[in-house]
Each structure stands twice: as structure tokens, then as C-alpha cells.
């Protein structure tokens, strides 16, 4: 079946400091990639919508300068925490747009800590 | 906003029981999608419904979706131990934008 990876699987930074989460599509392309949000004991919030070749499109309330997103090829798109705050502490998973009517594939998630 | 609410939050019950989680969201959508996830762990695709479909098994699974009340079940038939886990569901809508219900946490205690 179809593969998403996300590196690092976790990741410990300084207040202040910037973070790049990488979501790969191992054995498909994917021209469309989501990013979410989980922080503890709650769902997943959709961040944006990563198009490759394009501007991704961000959800009301999210800081398109603050999480930056690039999606260069057909196989990657990464996140980009800048100026990261002891609040943007949380789960990050992304997911990879199948085939049509299959869904989405999610990667295993990484986990932010600002310190 | 979040879209979806689920019910229970949580889920206690004993190996061998059915439990059965409820969904109900608010807009039109293309399908609705369960997904599990272990704590702390990534989420795992269960099984996807379309707005035209009315129910959908797969294995112990049993999922139904009524567009008219706006809600979706799913149903896990002999529980076990290792079914423990935070259940969503998660309605798709235009552009494949995924919006998930606030979850349902399911211990099944062997």
C-alpha cells in the first residue's frame, strides 16, 4: 500500500529557533499534501493545503509566515516552523492525496517540542 | 472550526462486548472516513463511506452513514485488547479537505 514518512519523528528546539518537518510519498506521487495539527487529547486541525508547483492554501487562522510550506516536487513537501514558541508545541502529520475515492495517506507524525 | 463531534468521548468495555461510536457532522460531504489512532502514534485508514452508500463492513467493522441526519456509526463487533485506541471520523468535502470529529477515546479491557 501506499507510504507516507515524515522525518524527524521528533524534534526538540529552542524558543526562537526555526524547524523543517519533511512528509515524503515513498511510492507514489503525490500532487496534493495536507498538514494537521494535533495537540494533546484532541483531533486533528487542518492546517493547509500543500499543491505542488503552487502556494499552498492555509486555513483561516493559521500564520502563512510563520508556517511556511513547500511542496518542490511530486514526492515532498515540508513545513517549516519559524520563530518557533513553547505554544507551537504539538503533533505534526501530514498526508499525501491518493488516487481519487482513496482517500488520504498519513504519515506517522512528528512531534514538536519548543523549549 | 471543527465540524465534527463524536460520541462517547470515551468508551470503556470488556473484551468480546461490540462498542459503537457515533459522528455526526454538519455540511454536505463527499464520504466520510474512520480512522484509528494509538497514542501518540500516527492514524490508520479504517474505512470509507461514500455520501451515496448507507452501510460498509470490513472484518469485525460495520459503519453506517445516515446524509439525512447528518451522522455516521461505526460498529466493532467481538472488541479486543488491542482494539484500544482514539477513533475519528473525518467528513471530506470539496478540494479532498479532510475535517475530523473531536474523537472517541475506546479502552477494551481484557
Known amino acids: 500500500g501506499a507510504v507516507v514518512s515524515q522525518h524527524p519523528s521528533w524534534v526538540i528546539c529552542k524558543s526562537g529557533t526555526s524547524v523543517k518537518i519533511e512528509c515524503r510519498s515513498l511510492?507514489?506521487?503525490?500532487?496534493?499534501m495536507f498538514w494537521y495539527r494535533q495537540f494533546p487529547k484532541q483531533s486533528l486541525m487542518l492546517m493547509a493545503t500543500s499543491n505542488e508547483g503552487s502556494k499552498a492554501t492555509y486555513e483561516q487562522g493559521v500564520e502563512k509566515d510563520k508556517f511556511l510550506i513547500n511542496h518542490a516536487s511530486l514526492t515532498l513537501s515540508t513545513l517549516t516552523v519559524t520563530s518557533a514558541h513553547p505554544e507551537d508545541s504539538s503533533f505534526y502529520i501530514c498526508?499525501?492525496?491518493?488516487?481519487?475515492?482513496?482517500?488520504?495517506?498519513f504519515g506517522p507524525g512528528t512531534r514538536l517540542t519548543v523549549t | 472550526s471543527q465540524q465534527g463531534e463524536e460520541d462517547p468521548q470515551a468508551l470503556s468495555i470488556q473484551e468480546g462486548e461490540n462498542a459503537t461510536m457515533n459522528c455526526s457532522y454538519k455540511t454536505s460531504i463527499n464520504n466520510l472516513q474512520w480512522y484509528r489512532q494509538n497514542s501518540g502514534r500516527g492514524l490508520v485508514h479504517l474505512i470509507l463511506i461514500r455520501s451515496n452508500e448507507r452501510e460498509k463492513h470490513s472484518g469485525r467493522l460495520r459503519v453506517t452513514l445516515d446524509t439525512s441526519k447528518k451522522s455516521s456509526s461505526l460498529l466493532i463487533t467481538a472488541s479486543r485488547a488491542a482494539d484500544t485506541a482514539s477513533y475519528f471520523c473525518a467528513t471530506e468535502t470539496s478540494g479532498s479537505r479532510l475535517t475530523f470529529g473531536e474523537g472517541t477515546q475506546l479502552t477494551v479491557n481484557p
Open positions: 498526508s499525501a492525496l491518493g488516487l481519487a475515492g482513496f482517500g488520504q495517506y
Open positions: 511510492d507514489f506521487q503525490a500532487t496534493t
